[in-house]
């Protein structure tokens, strides 16, 4: 059973860095794009970044310059690098493999940002 399991949530202050990471395992890792979602209490998820299986990359325009997506084929794990957290980024956050035919999520994991 393909398993994704995000990791490196938590509490943070406003202003401060969080790294998300995201296992993947029991898939051709490589063959996917991944992406982060997010879901804040009371609304939509949303997207949140994406990188392609040749590691182009892709972000919401709201999240431009703060946050960076990144992969590791050898490793089969993607991560986001969240800088300058504000409250508005508080939200769980969701890992995501998709390929054309398959699309499988994490649990998730919770990013609170609070003073």
């Known amino acids: 059973q393909v398993q994704l399991v995000e990791s490196g949530g938590g509490l943070v202050r406003p202003g401060g860095s969080l790294r998300l990471s995201c296992a993947a395992s029991r898939i051709i890792f490589s063959a996917y794009n991944m992406n982060w979602y997010r879901q804040a209490p009371g609304k939509q998820r949303e997207l949140v970044a994406g990188i392609t299986s040749g590691g182009s990359t892709n972000y919401a325009d709201s999240l431009k310059g703060r946050f960076t997506i990144s992969r590791d084929n050898a490793k089969n794990m993607v991560y986001l690098q969240m800088n300058s957290l504000n409250t508005g980024d508080t939200a769980v956050y969701f890992c995501?493999?998709?390929?054309?035919?398959?699309?499988?999520w994490g649990q998730g994991t919770q990013v609170t940002v609070s003073s």
């Open positions: 995501n493999a998709r390929t054309s035919i398959y699309a499988y």
